[in-house]
């Protein structure tokens, strides 16, 4: 064939050409990533066979295995070493720990170790991020060192006093609702640990913690202890003081020999009173709180909408 008929074919049917050296490109670079998925896919799940059986003889040697062995170890040695201990400042955590919602029986060696794993870790990045800001060598160094451990230190305090103090509003504002539905049951003939039941199943949506307070009574009562006993230790767990008066009432009208519902409507009433005037309170309360936004944002604005036209008229002297 003649060398030039060739090329002249070639160059007819050029677009064909690229066109196929395209698709032969693009399957052949498919084919190569299929392969290698396929290959990714089978080692990933023999990976997964070894990290996730951990009965299986193998099982034991995988990383994962070994860290949660070691964090369970740590856990148990930490509760180990605290429960043994039964100081007044250890039974005033585990009670903090229970009026923020924490019953696990490790909350006290989770606290510990979060607060020592909190200081270490804040001290050593302010050790290897400040002298990214140029703050090596200086004497402040140290000092910011020192604040970030203290402030890692701090900081599982300062979450436990947040969450106690959002549960115990929680709990206040549920407790007339809690009162009132104590009242309905009590006219309705119910018995103090079917109604207490009743009002745990009724307040488990709108008060979830308040609620499973209530049940945890619930279950002191059926597992053998007194009514004031049960309601006392509630009064503890809700950290509120109406809730341990409410305690000091029942046990009065069982040994006055008085009626309850009659105590119970009244003291419903009074807690109604009370969440009414702290609603009031906090009304009044709020044109104070507003005069420091307003002279902040509010006033600034208005002084410079009003003054500015005349600010204009003077620096370019149009009157």
């Given at each position: 064939?003649?060398?030039?008929?060739?090329?002249?074919?070639?160059?007819?049917?050029?677009?064909?050409?690229?066109?196929?050296?395209?698709?032969?490109?693009?399957?052949?670079?498919?084919?190569?990533?299929?392969?290698?998925?396929?290959?990714?896919?089978?080692?990933?799940?023999?990976?997964?066979?070894?990290?996730?059986?951990?009965?299986?003889?193998?099982?034991?040697?995988?990383?994962?295995?070994?860290?949660?062995?070691?964090?369970?170890?740590?856990?148990?040695?930490?509760?180990?070493?605290?429960?043994?201990?039964?100081?007044?400042?250890?039974?005033?955590?585990?009670?903090?720990?229970?009026?923020?919602?924490?019953?696990?029986?490790?909350?006290?060696?989770?606290?510990?170790?979060?607060?020592?794993?909190?200081?270490v870790g804040?001290?050593?990045?302010?050790?290897?991020?400040?002298?990214?800001?140029?703050?090596?060598?200086?004497?402040?160094?140290?000092?910011?060192?020192?604040?970030?451990?203290?402030?890692?230190?701090?900081?599982?305090?300062?979450?436990?006093?947040?969450?106690?103090?959002?549960?115990?509003?929680?709990?206040?504002?549920?407790?007339?609702?809690?009162?009132?539905?104590?009242?309905?049951?009590?006219?309705?003939?119910?018995?103090?640990?079917?109604?207490?039941?009743?009002?745990?199943?009724?307040?488990?949506?709108?008060y979830p913690?308040?609620?499973?307070?209530?049940?945890?009574?619930?279950?002191?009562?059926?597992?053998?202890?007194?009514?004031?006993?049960?309601?006392?230790?509630?009064?503890?767990?809700?950290?509120?003081?109406?809730?341990?008066?409410?305690?000091?009432?029942?046990?009065?009208?069982?040994?006055?020999?008085?009626?309850?519902?009659?105590?119970?409507?009244?003291?419903?009433?009074?807690?109604?009173?009370?969440?009414?005037?702290?609603?009031?309170?906090?009304?009044?309360?709020?044109?104070?709180?507003?005069?420091v936004p307003?002279?902040?944002?509010?006033?600034?604005?208005?002084?410079?909408?009003?003054?500015?036209?005349?600010?204009?008229?003077?620096?370019?002297?149009?009157?």
């Amino acid at each position: 064939m003649d060398p030039n008929s060739t090329i002249a074919m070639i160059g007819d049917n050029a677009p064909m050409m690229l066109s196929i050296l395209v698709f032969l490109a693009a399957g052949t670079l498919a084919f190569a990533a299929m392969i290698g998925m396929r290959a990714r896919e089978a080692v990933r799940r023999r990976a997964a066979r070894v990290g996730v059986d951990e009965g299986a003889p193998m099982g034991r040697r995988s990383l994962r295995y070994s860290g949660m062995e070691s964090a369970q170890k740590l856990v148990d040695y930490a509760t180990q070493h605290y429960s043994s201990v039964d100081s007044t400042d250890l039974k005033l955590l585990r009670r903090r720990l229970v009026q923020a919602g924490v019953y696990d029986p490790h909350g006290v060696a989770y606290f510990f170790i979060a607060r020592a794993a909190a200081a270490v870790g804040l001290a050593a990045g302010a050790f290897f991020g400040l002298p990214i800001f140029g703050l090596a060598g200086k004497t402040s160094f140290w000092l910011f060192i020192m604040f970030a451990g203290m402030a890692g230190y701090l900081a599982p305090s300062f979450y436990l006093d947040r969450r106690i103090a959002a549960k115990r509003l929680e709990h206040q504002a549920g407790f007339p609702d809690f009162m009132d539905l104590l009242v309905v049951c009590a006219d309705a003939g119910l018995a103090m640990e079917a109604s207490l039941d009743r009002i745990g199943r009724e307040l488990a949506v709108s008060y979830p913690s308040l609620a499973a307070n209530i049940h945890m009574a619930n279950l002191e009562i059926r597992a053998g202890r007194t009514m004031t006993e049960a309601l006392e230790h509630l009064g503890e767990r809700l950290g509120l003081e109406e809730a341990r008066s409410f305690a000091t009432l029942i046990q009065q009208s069982d040994e006055l020999g008085s009626s309850i519902g009659d105590a119970l409507r009244v003291y419903s009433d009074d807690m109604r009173h009370k969440r009414l005037s702290r609603a009031e309170e906090k009304a009044y309360s709020l044109p104070a709180k507003l005069a420091v936004p307003m002279m902040v944002c509010i006033f600034p604005v208005i002084f410079i909408v009003i003054l500015c036209p005349v600010i204009v008229r003077l620096a370019t002297n149009n009157w």
